[in-house]
């Protein structure tokens, strides 16, 4: 008897485990696309360093050194986008954040990301903010744009 219930317990764990997994949608990029707030700092502040193409796809201030497009979701802004970017070289690493919302509910990393790989650009990275741009840099004293 003891042992049956433990089995039901462990098959309606494993059921709502599956459950949850298969409701998770796919990310366009993958963990090794992601860079980390930390890493960025580094490179904006060696002025030795090549500096990368950063993008901000969202409605949030800039970071140092960030173009602002304006929210990817909007078809005007992702336009914009991939006008920036015909003009880049596709080996370039190129960094779009947003930063308006935790990721699972960001509109616009997603159609960004999409864009810079369907356009093959090999060093495409989204800055890691999981957050927003707030708790992820500005609490940081990482730098801002004026």
Not at 2 to 7: F, G, Q
Not at 39 to 48: A, E, G, H, Q, R
Not at 100 to 128: G, S, V, W
């Amino acid at each position: 008897m003891k042992s049956s219930k433990c089995l039901m317990i462990l098959m309606a764990v494993l059921s709502f485990t599956i459950a949850v997994y298969s409701q998770n949608q796919t990310e366009p990029w993958t963990t090794a696309q992601l860079m980390e707030p930390e890493k960025l700092v580094v490179i904006l502040n060696d002025s030795t360093a090549t500096q990368p193409l950063i993008i901000n796809v969202g409605p949030v201030n800039s970071i140092k050194g960030a173009i602002k497009i304006g929210p990817a979701k909007e078809k005007e802004n992702l336009n914009e986008l991939k006008k920036l970017l015909s003009k880049e070289d596709k080996n370039k690493l190129v960094v779009i954040y947003c930063g308006c919302c935790p990721f699972k509910d960001c509109p616009n990393i997603r159609p960004a990301f999409l864009l810079l790989t369907q356009m093959k650009f090999e060093n495409a990275k989204l800055l890691n903010l999981p957050h927003n741009l707030k708790v992820d840099w500005i609490n940081h004293d990482y730098p801002m744009s004026n």
